[in-house]
């Protein structure tokens, strides 16, 4: 890689995010010998999930040995297993005498204890979940990844298991509840579930796969869904044996920001029974619309999580209201009037789990003040492209409902859908996750998926963080990512994975893949069919700075390239889930970068012209429609391949390669076409090997970690922003950066900062100085689907200018931070104030 990457590989990669302690001077403690089955007990009694879990880990054992595990008696066990909610009161008292902390462990969310007595391996669950996550940590302490089944990660076959006799933990969640949202699910999860995986009508997501969905939830540590519901999905409670599933693994369920009371409107309400769904015109056939729900899940062993307020149908505006009085009042009432329904039907509302969501308009309406109960947690939402617009104020803090996060790893709307792969980058998820945490937002936190399995790296740490706030940090998100490399793929594969896949998420936060086309959707129709803009050319020049588009491509081709190389160390049974989890996100984001920029070169060589030049540029021009031909036809081939080849066809329907056929994912748009053989043949021509160099050409620039001295609290954040490792500042920090000018004249100053939102609900504001003058302010604050929001999420930087007179000599720059959540990243002083470029070039 051109870019120098500090690697600080720490601690196991068995098992991450755990607090355990080990007695180094202890010996080993055997529980597999290579002969005989794996061996457990477990209390007669225990929650149904611990059963579901058993099972699980009965298979792992299989995959690992080669022999299931099985249950015999307490004595010629080799794991004691016990649900302490459930134990006798001399079983915990033994425990105690043993050493196995219950007092503290009842304490905990969701918290289970392994430790070693005797030579017999003890797990205690505080409840039925906690259980279940201590029996699959076993699953994990033998190399099963919690992607065994969804990614194909088979574990290598062990003769021997063995434990420190010594070996102690303690774990417990930060947050309560923790799961997903499937959403957008038309094009991946929902055709392979009724196409492929179990095939039914069209439109439904089968209790089967729902079972495989809660599967991994578990062993991610996860107890929560909102099932999917968009338009043409059957409803979850209309699928037969869903509910039960859930139940039988621990999942809680919930429903969206328009779906109160666990209905799925889209699917369920049916006008011509029912009537229009408006409060005002129609209460009683909402109310028993609602009822019906409420007296189907009374007593769901898995739980329950009632959203409650009220919006139409879908995703718009509540019905039969049309003034911001007329809203706030029909919307007090629908509150009220759901914790009578609740009261009546389910049980005291105080003590059922209760979500209000203050998304779109409603977050309005609640600032006005509605009154929500204190009860109910306040889910707060992202700007559905990662940045935190709104967290719980200091009041809102001190709710007993607490706060909850509904976040985005895809999304389908404006300015532009992301569908297809996950890149969001990990600093960016651990930042807000984080800042959320420590805004006491700690009830729920839901995170948006299209499909889990795509998901991958991104979902695990949204969830690592979920169960262990501090299982990862600003400076080790690093390791963090690592060490998940070296679990899937092992340790030589991982280490030498680990800098193109860093450089992978720098090349997607500088631009998504879905986001290279520079279109937009949901535009006005009337000017564009659909309301989708056409691919147009890039920011991105193919002369300023020694050829910023050239050098995009050549980075990318250098993370093929090491992905290609790390293939030969992947052992030959998890080949397909290096290919699903890494070579075709790698191969079809080069490739679509490729079809992208190189058919803009054509475009660009396409002049028109009709001078003595005319002729000079055909071969140039036929090169660059060969390259964007053949790199569309590479990623229909990859992903034919990850649905008709991968995993035996196991994926079938499951990755879609134009979700909503958008324009960027279309065949390139060029001046002329070539055949195949022509194709092959001005491929062939082609110079090979060329490299653009980085040419500041006078440009002062720097990244924002590169700064000469910081203020307290100043903390850099890796895996986040162009730089991948922007900085986060708090309120009135600063950065000071002491540079050298080589020349005078009159430039531009541009500082690239993280675009984040002011969620305190105040402003988002920073200055910039030079050599002790009068500082500019500067505010990031934008309006929501505002042009330049727009621009700002799709670059991923928020960009401001400022013209300034610099003299040849020493400088220094000050940057200062007036609010709270301003993250800094790049910074240029440009003597060509007209340049047009897209990146800042940083050596």
Not at 603 to 621: E, H, I
Not at 713 to 731: E, I, T, Y
Request: charge should be neutral; hydrophobic fraction near 35%.
């Amino acid at each position: 890689m051109k870019r120098n990457l500090l690697l600080q590989f720490k601690t196991t990669l068995a098992v991450m995010c755990c607090m355990y302690s080990v007695n180094s001077s202890a010996v080993d403690i055997e529980w597999y010998d290579g002969s005989t089955s794996v061996t457990y007990n477990v209390q007669k009694s225990v929650d149904p999930v611990v059963l579901t879990a058993l099972d699980m880990f009965g298979s792992d054992m299989q995959a690992v040995t080669g022999r299931r595990a099985r249950p015999v008696s307490v004595d010629g066990a080799s794991i004691r297993i016990i649900e302490a909610d459930r134990a006798s009161g001399s079983v915990l008292r033994r425990l105690k005498k043993e050493g196995v902390p219950v007092d503290s462990l009842m304490t905990l969310t969701d918290g289970f204890h392994i430790s070693v007595i005797g030579r017999q391996i003890t797990v205690v669950g505080a409840n039925g979940r906690g259980t279940a996550y201590g029996v699959l940590e076993l699953s994990r302490m033998a190399g099963v990844s919690p992607w065994i089944w969804w990614g194909d990660v088979l574990p290598e076959r062990r003769n021997r298991l063995i434990i420190d006799s010594g070996y102690r933990t303690l774990q417990g969640a930060s947050v309560e509840y923790r799961g997903i949202f499937i959403n957008d699910e038309d094009w991946t999860l929902r055709p392979w579930s009724y196409g492929t995986y179990e095939p039914a009508e069209f439109g439904q997501i089968g209790p089967r796969t729902y079972k495989k969905v809660f599967q991994l939830l578990l062993r991610l540590r996860a107890n929560a869904i909102w099932p999917g519901m968009h338009t043409g999905t059957k409803a979850f409670f209309r699928t037969e044996g869903a509910k039960a599933v859930a139940d039988s693994c621990g999942i809680a369920i919930g429903t969206s920001h328009c779906e109160p009371l666990l209905r799925n409107n889209v699917d369920e309400w049916n006008e011509k029974q029912r009537g229009r769904y408006n409060y005002m015109t129609n209460r009683q056939a909402v109310h028993d619309y609602w009822i019906e729900r409420l007296k189907e899940v009374k007593g769901s062993a898995g739980g329950n999580m009632f959203t409650i307020g009220m919006r139409g149908i879908h995703d718009g505006s509540m019905e039969g209201v049309k003034t911001m009085d007329e809203k706030q009042t029909a919307l007090q009432q629908v509150i009220d009037d759901q914790q009578e329904l609740l009261r009546k039907y389910i049980g005291a509302p105080e003590r059922q789990t209760q979500v209000f969501v203050p998304y779109k308009e409603v977050l309005e309406i609640y600032e006005r003040g509605l009154r929500v109960p204190d009860y109910v947690t306040l889910m707060w939402c992202d700007d559905n492209y990662g940045y935190m617009t709104r967290l719980s104020n200091a009041a809102e803090q001190k709710r007993t409902g607490g706060g909850g996060i509904y976040y985005h790893l895809s999304y389908w709307g404006r300015p532009h859908d992301y569908l297809w792969l996950t890149t969001t980058q990990p600093g960016l998820i651990y930042n807000e996750m984080r800042e959320a945490y420590d805004h006491n937002v700690r009830k729920v936190w839901i995170v948006n998926v299209h499909d889990p399995k795509v998901a991958g790296y991104d979902l695990e740490l949204f969830l690592d963080m979920a169960w262990n706030i501090d299982c990862v940090s600003s400076s080790t998100l690093n390791d963090h990512y690592l060490a998940w490399l070296c679990r899937q793929f092992g340790t030589e594969a991982g280490k030498k994975l680990f800098p193109a896949m860093h450089e992978f998420y720098r090349l997607c936060g500088e631009r998504r893949p879905e986001f290279m086309g520079w279109s937009q959707v949901e535009l006005d129709k009337k000017t564009y069919a659909r309301g989708l803009s056409p691919v147009v050319n890039t920011e991105f020049s193919t002369t300023a700075f020694g050829g910023e588009l050239d050098r995009y491509l050549e980075r990318y081709a250098d993370v093929r390239r090491t992905v290609s190389d790390a293939e030969r160390l992947i052992r030959p049974e998890l080949r397909d889930a290096y290919f699903a989890a890494v070579k075709y996100p790698v191969y079809a984001a080069d490739a679509h970068a490729r079809k992208i920029l190189e058919s803009q070169r054509a475009r660009q060589l396409a002049t028109g012209s009709t001078q003595k030049d005319m002729f000079a540029s055909n071969a140039a021009l036929y090169t660059a429609v060969a390259r964007s031909q053949s790199a569309y036809q590479e990623i229909r081939r990859l992903t034919e391949y990850y649905n008709e080849t991968m995993s035996g066809g196991k994926w079938r329907r499951s990755m879609n390669m134009r979700p909503r056929d958008l324009p960027v994912y279309a065949a390139p748009s060029l001046p002329t076409l070539l055949d195949d053989r022509e194709v092959a043949e001005w491929l062939g021509k082609a110079r090979q090997g060329q490299c653009h160099e980085l040419d500041t050409e006078g440009a002062i620039v720097r990244n924002a970690c590169d700064y000469s001295s910081a203020s307290a609290g100043v903390r850099a954040v890796q895996m986040l922003g162009h730089s991948m490792n922007a900085v986060a500042l708090p309120k009135d920090g600063t950065l000071t950066y002491d540079f050298v000018a080589e020349r005078d004249g009159k430039a531009v100053l541009r500082t690239a900062m993280i675009p984040t939102q002011p969620n305190d609900n105040g402003d988002l504001r920073y200055s910039v100085s030079i050599d002790g003058g009068e500082p500019t302010v500067y505010t990031l604050k934008e309006k929501f689907r505002s042009e330049r929001w727009k621009q700002n999420v799709l670059r991923g930087q928020a960009v401001r200018e400022l013209p300034v007179d610099i003299a040849k000599g020493r400088h220094t720059l000050v940057i200062r931070a007036l609010d709270n959540h301003i993250i800094a990243d790049q910074w240029m002083i440009d003597f060509n104030p007209q340049r047009k470029h897209y990146l800042f070039p940083v050596k």
